[in-house]
């Protein structure tokens, strides 16, 4: 599917936006927001350089909240950026603008694609990107030196809408990342984990870097 006219900054069609939705917004799809971008500036450099742009909302979103502080602390182990952050409650023109939505469960996914905005080809949890974006041969997908990296994400896109009917969950239970709102910092931390370990394979597919070491 191509990115219709009036995705990205003033309806440029050199950028790309990926949007992590969860319930709140004050602590999965943050912790997943801030991940990304530190996982991007890693990567690019400068994401922004390179097109990409993230973001977050929630279905329930605690509209100007701050992020959970346990969420901060997260975010602070990763050594993400957490400062400046602010919640913000899901709306139409955020799912129209975005290239790519990333859930946190299924249900976020079926709120989401319930909007209209023929968001169903470009809306995943992260979790199911995460096992689609490993079935496809990177090879197949534009060199970023060449096309950019913007180009490179929308056939991404494109080739995991294309195996979802193909490569089903093991589980039920397996694309869904469980809220850690008001539990312990340990349980915020292996979400943290699950999280990161998510976005690692899908961030290298993006942008066709690999993870420094």
């Given amino acids: 599917m191509t990115a219709p006219e009036g995705r990205g900054i003033a309806g440029q069609a050199d950028t790309f936006r990926i ?28 994401p922004l350089s390179g097109g990409l742009i993230v973001e977050s909302a929630g279905t329930w979103g605690h509209e100007g909240a701050p992020m959970e502080a346990n969420a ?8 993400a950026d957490a400062s400046g952050f602010v919640g913000r409650e899901l709306l139409d023109e955020h799912v129209i603008r975005a290239d790519l939505v990333l859930t946190a469960t299924r249900d976020h996914r079926a709120q989401v694609i319930s909007m209209g905005h023929s968001a169903g080809l470009r809306t995943f949890t992260l979790k199911e990107f995460t096992r689609l974006v490993r079935a496809i041969d990177p090879a197949t997908l534009p060199d970023p030196r060449d096309e950019g990296v913007v180009e490179r994400a929308r056939a991404l896109v494109r080739a995991a809408a294309a195996l979802r009917g193909w490569l089903l969950a093991p589980t039920a239970e397996a694309d869904e990342v469980y809220d850690p709102y008001g539990a312990p910092i340990t349980f915020f931390r292996s979400i943290g984990d699950e999280i990161n370990q998510a976005l690692d394979p899908v961030v290298t597919a993006l942008t066709g870097v690999p993870a420094p070491h």
């Fill in 19 to 46: 949007l992590h939705v969860s319930t709140g917004n004050v602590c999965r799809s943050p912790i997943t927001e801030r991940l990304t971008r530190h996982a991007l500036v890693d990567r690019l450099g400068d």
């Fill in 72 to 79: 901060e602390i997260v975010l602070a182990d990763f050594g």
